[in-house]
């Protein structure tokens, strides 16, 4: 039981690192083509349908890249194409998910406090909401709302709204966030595969097939294109979230969330603007501060059940199963005594405002809702208690283990 604990906690951290990096080369690809798209040069002497080139220079080489609006006259004998870094990254964040928020669900996904539902019923909730979600989004954007994209952009704040409420109302704290950056994802990477690599395939056998490519595609195309470009910083926002809980642990936490939206309008329209040397707009920048402040005021206004409150609450199932373990009741009181000064409700350790990471360990519930973290973090190792705030005894460890 104790090594399959280490082994399961080891494979999150390797799908973590994998969904990190397919991550990096979905964004770095997305942000250079957008910027390269918005910079290129309409040129004397282009070639027949190329609507702009650009000279860049990197790594000690030049290059000399050109655009077809459409596609060029004849097919060239290498094409690259960009879609496995979108895959990659939606594949290991299902997997992530699946390994955190599913299996670890007891802990991470239901907050009994919220909601009365069971991890079964918390985990259809978690897959067909990003399923609903998409299909929302597409039906939208193939209505006559693709004509009118900035009321589009506007319905699709108006979802992501809705999203945030209601899982704030379902998940934890964390969940909650968690859900809607893969909600965001989702509706992303379905953009690149059912739509945008569709499209340029279309493109692609009517070249090959003698026939002139339909330039609808490529306007369909560079809409679902816009809208992940808007989506990709809340998303980066979303994912790193559940290490601050005062993102997700407060009162006001889905609120936060749908002002990091605005705020990834206002950074890429900057950078979209300078990119397409249509001028420098420094009001996005007191735009996006002034929205950052409004998050940090609103995380202040915590979301904690009281000491009664928690004492009073019956244990779930997962919770009785540790709680009723031979040990507890030692493992419980070395928790109590090297840990709770920090990790309570009104911490007493100096300098501290808030448990860290929102972990609350006080009641016997709350020790046995994070039991295996508690074994992972001051039992399997010696992450905690910091070294240099307490020195737990081996003893207490070991009753920990």
């Not at 994070?370 to 081996?394: C, E, K, T, V, W």
Request: proline residues 5%.
């Amino acid at each position: 039981m104790y090594d399959l604990a280490i082994i399961w906690d080891w494979l999150g951290f390797a799908v973590r690192w994998l969904h990190v990096i397919t991550a990096i080369a979905w964004i770095g690809s997305s942000f250079y083509f957008i910027a390269l798209d918005l910079g290129l040069r309409k040129v004397p002497h282009l070639p027949v349908g190329a609507h702009g080139e650009e000279w860049q220079v990197h790594g000690g080489g030049f290059y000399h890249i050109q655009k077809y609006l459409v596609a060029p006259e004849t097919m060239p004998d290498h094409l690259t194409w960009f879609k496995w870094e979108s895959y990659a990254t939606w594949l290991s964040g299902a997997g992530l998910l699946m390994i955190v928020y599913w299996a670890g669900g007891e802990l991470f996904l239901i907050d009994p406090t919220k909601a009365d539902i069971s991890l079964f019923q918390g985990i259809v909730i978690s897959a067909l909401s990003l399923t609903i979600g998409w299909l929302v989004y597409d039906r939208l954007c193939k209505s006559k709302l693709g004509e009118t994209p900035t009321l589009l952009m506007v319905l699709l704040f108006g979802m992501l709204v809705v999203m945030s409420w209601g899982y704030n109302h379902v998940f934890t704290g964390r969940a909650a966030l968690l859900h809607l950056g893969a909600f965001t994802a989702t509706i992303m990477t379905a953009n690149v595969f059912f739509i945008i690599m569709p499209n340029q395939r279309i493109v692609v056998e009517d070249l090959k097939n003698g026939r002139t490519p339909d330039p609808k595609y490529g306007k369909i195309a560079k809409l679902r294109s816009t809208h992940n470009n808007y989506l990709t910083l809340p998303v980066v926002f979303l994912m790193l979230s559940n290490h601050y809980p005062l993102a997700f642990a407060t009162a006001n936490a889905w609120i936060i969330p749908c002002l990091v939206f605005l705020m990834g309008v206002t950074i890429r329209h900057f950078f979209n603007t300078v990119h397409a040397r249509k001028g420098t707009p420094y009001w996005t920048w007191v735009v996006t501060a002034l929205l950052f402040i409004a998050i940090a005021w609103l995380s202040t206004a915590p979301m904690l059940d009281s000491y009664e409150e928690a004492e009073a609450r019956p244990l779930t199932a997962a919770e009785q199963k540790f709680a009723g373990a031979t040990g507890f009741e030692d493992a419980y009181y070395a928790v109590i005594g090297n840990c709770s000064m920090c990790h309570a409700r009104e911490p007493s350790w100096d300098g501290l405002h808030h448990p860290p990471k929102g972990v609350v360990l006080e009641t016997e519930s709350d020790v046995a809702r994070h039991a295996r973290l508690i074994f992972l973090q001051a039992g399997a190792s010696h992450a905690m208690p910091p070294p240099n705030a307490i020195q737990m005894d081996p003893a207490a460890r070991r009753e920990i283990v």
